[in-house]
């Protein structure tokens, strides 16, 4: 892989070892986070893991949406998402993905909670 | 976003501050050469990395940036007599030179060697590229003067601008290495009506007006990043945005015929200076490039007040916050997207001055195309605190390292590194062995 590879954003979900794409980011979802968690895996470098912070930044902004709109899941999405984004500031990955990891968890959690909700109404 | 610690550090940049001594580390404009042009004229009030300075040129054009404040008194030296090889406060008659050396102290008697052992403080000092530049680091880590290019051609290739800008540095130079918003704040309504010693390819208009939302690419480099933004305009051809930024606080942006860029000096941690300069790397500019680049046009330094009450001599824009940079909303309605009939850096101070004095990244809300501000970030956060535990940026002694320029183009190629390997020698070209500094 070079260096200074073009970056876009067309390959949302290849899962190929590109740590020079960036995630689309539209979505706080699982699938999103769990695409972020990929490209923090194979990011091994200070500056590919600006582009992975960029990401986790772009989740950020979605979830203090949420927050504000009075998702009450949201803080604790927030504070992962503070993790994740100061653990890969620092190039500590292992730490980025537990924090990553832990977010996904919990929004596959809200998700089936909320899909229950949904069905008993 | 930053949490509220990370941004202390990063913004912060009075003595003792992480982020203030690596500023140190680095040769820093202060005051462009022609606002203290006359030998024995007045000095010039200065606050630089929050320290209160003087800068004045002697009877035999040397120049000197020494403490605002005398060490006998504490009187301000900005009153004292530039005369006869040095400044005289005009409190008690000390003197010093341009090396804050005392020459003389006449109220001591005659017999006395006090003066000897009386130094005021200052910082050693180089004039390049129509500015005067101050080292205000440790002496024994003075570096080399960094081998900027637009320094270095002849003055006629060359104008420069100095003027306040009135918010913390690092929001400023956000402004200046995200492309993104070249889309929106600079752009004419009608694509047609480009000046027509514009800087920038041909079709600029069209092409960022078609395309806004540029492909983003940052490449680490020994001087900070390269950082290309590229746009789609037909089916095979592309335009390319090249920006550099160079630690700690300089950046070169696009162009294709004269280059911009500027260097963000801290006056303290709620204001800034603006350098910029615009510059033809082949050709004197012509009259009219360089009367439309020329922002100071003539203007002297006036007295500003800070808001902690201490006054420095600087050039305000007429357009600026009291006035609301002139925003005109029928020209927002017809012409320009942003309403203000000024220069692009006008438009700039328009958003960067009018969010806090110093902005709080942990309330703003990035998206993926902020990746150069945030690559920009971390890599100062990380200098600032290696710095802090005894490790020193390896750049300032890496001169070299200073030669790049901004660069736009339109090109078949779609993957960054292959235009920018076709145009590496405009990038960051080799040593300009005839040049001469003006």
Redesign the interface.
């Known amino acids: 892989m070079s260096v200074c590879s073009m970056i876009n954003a067309e390959a949302n979900g290849a899962g190929g070892a590109d740590p020079w794409h960036i995630v689309d980011v539209e979505t706080l979802d699982v699938d999103t986070v769990a695409l972020v968690i990929h490209q923090v895996e194979v990011s091994p470098r200070a500056d590919q893991l600006a582009y992975r912070e960029s990401e986790i930044d772009a989740l950020w902004t979605l979830a203090d949406m949420a927050a504000q709109a009075g998702d009450t899941d949201a803080s604790e999405w927030l504070e992962l998402l503070w993790q994740a984004h100061d653990h890969v500031g620092d190039g500590d990955r292992t730490r980025a993905l537990a924090a990553l990891t832990r977010l996904r968890d919990r929004l596959v959690e809200t998700e089936r909670r909320r899909n229950r909700h949904n069905a008993s109404m | 976003?930053l949490?509220p610690e990370?941004n202390k550090l990063i913004t912060e940049v009075g003595p003792g501050t992480p982020m203030g001594e690596l500023f140190r580390r680095f040769w820093l404009p202060v005051v462009a050469s022609e606002d203290m042009e006359d030998p024995d004229g007045a000095p010039v009030r200065l606050r630089i990395l929050g320290e209160d300075l003087v800068a004045f040129r002697d009877t035999d054009g040397k120049v000197g940036v020494l403490s605002a404040y005398c060490p006998h008194r504490r009187a301000n030296l900005f009153y004292a007599r530039n005369e006869e090889g040095g400044l005289r406060c005009v409190y008690h008659g000390w003197k010093f030179d341009v090396t804050g050396r005392c020459l003389h102290i006449p109220s001591e008697p005659a017999r006395s060697n006090f003066k000897d052992k009386v130094r005021a403080p200052g910082y050693p000092t180089q004039e390049r590229g129509g500015l005067v530049w101050a080292y205000m680091g440790p002496p024994d880590k003075q570096p080399e003067f960094p081998e900027y290019e637009w320094a270095e051609v002849p003055a006629n290739q060359r104008v420069i601008s100095a003027s306040l800008v009135e918010c913390n540095w690092l929001q400023t130079l956000e402004g200046d290495i995200d492309t993104a918003h070249v889309s929106f704040l600079h752009r004419t309504l009608n694509p047609s009506t480009t000046l027509k010693w514009a800087r920038f390819v041909e079709n600029f208009t069209e092409y960022v007006t078609k395309d806004r939302s540029p492909?983003?690419?940052?490449?680490?480099t020994d001087y900070g990043?390269v950082y290309g933004g590229?746009r789609v305009g037909g089916e095979d051809d592309y335009y390319w945005r090249f920006s550099h930024w160079l630690v700690p606080s300089t950046s070169e942006t696009p162009g294709s015929a004269e280059r911009p860029g500027r260097i963000v000096v801290p006056i303290d941690d709620r204001n800034s200076m603006s350098f910029s300069f615009v510059w033809h790397p082949h050709r004197a500019l012509s009259a009219e490039e360089a009367i439309a680049n020329g922002r100071n046009n003539g203007q002297p330094l006036h007295p500003w007040e800070l808001a902690d009450g201490y006054v420095i001599d600087t050039r305000r824009s007429p357009l600026n916050r009291d006035n609301d940079f002139k925003i005109d909303r029928h020209v927002q309605r017809t012409k320009r997207f942003s309403g203000i009939l000024g220069t692009p850096p006008e438009e700039d101070r328009a958003m960067t001055e009018t969010m806090e004095p110093v902005l709080d990244r942990s309330k703003e809300?990035?998206?993926?195309?902020?990746?150069a501000i945030?690559?920009m970030r971390?890599?100062l956060?990380?200098m600032a605190r290696d710095l802090a535990e005894g490790v020193e940026p390896a750049l300032a002694k890496q001169a070299w390292a200073f030669r790049t320029r901004g660069y736009d183009v339109v090109s078949r190629h779609?993957?960054?590194?292959d235009v920018?390997e076709e145009h590496m020698s405009e990038l960051t070209p080799g040593r300009v062995t005839t040049a001469t500094s003006g």
């Open positions: 976003m949490r990370d492909s983003l690419t940052v490449k680490s990043f590229r809300h990035l998206g993926t195309s902020d990746i945030i690559a971390r890599r956060i990380k779609a993957e960054f590194e920018l």
